[in-house]
């Protein structure tokens, strides 16, 4: 069982940037891919970034390449997603998931997933 809880959410001008974090519980987070994911007022939820076990592959939705950073700390457990230029239509619910099979970029492909954390992002 892993628990996963977000943090770092906020209000931020557009161009701003926010770090988010989620922190794991539990021995065995390197053995999870992780990803995030958010979801927008009115909007399914959607891929954003994922990263592997290890930290060394990353892949990130075509809308936020070049401008969030997904990155991990394996001993402390934690998971990053640095971002950077914020805009107007980031504003969402992100959420982290936890990946028993390794990352994925789709959600019913997740095991466990964090309760959220809100980035809202005003002009």
């Known amino acids: 069982q892993v628990q996963l809880v977000e943090s770092g959410g906020g209000l931020v001008q557009a161009g701003g940037s926010l770090r988010l974090s989620c922190a794991a519980s539990g021995r065995t987070f390197s053995m999870y891919g992780m990803g995030w994911f958010r979801q927008a007022p009115g909007k399914e939820r959607e891929f954003v970034a994922i990263i592997n076990r290890t930290g060394g592959i990353t892949y990130y939705a075509d809308s936020v390449k070049g401008r969030f950073t997904i990155s991990r700390d394996n001993a402390k457990n934690t998971v990053y997603l640095q971002m950077n230029s914020l805009k107007r239509e980031d504003t969402a619910v992100y959420y982290c998931?936890?990946?028993?099979?390794?990352?994925?970029?789709?959600?019913?492909?997740?095991?466990?997933w964090g309760q959220g954390t809100q980035v809202t992002v005003s002009s």
């Open positions: 998931a936890a990946d028993r099979a390794g990352s994925s970029m789709y959600e019913r492909d997740y095991d466990y």
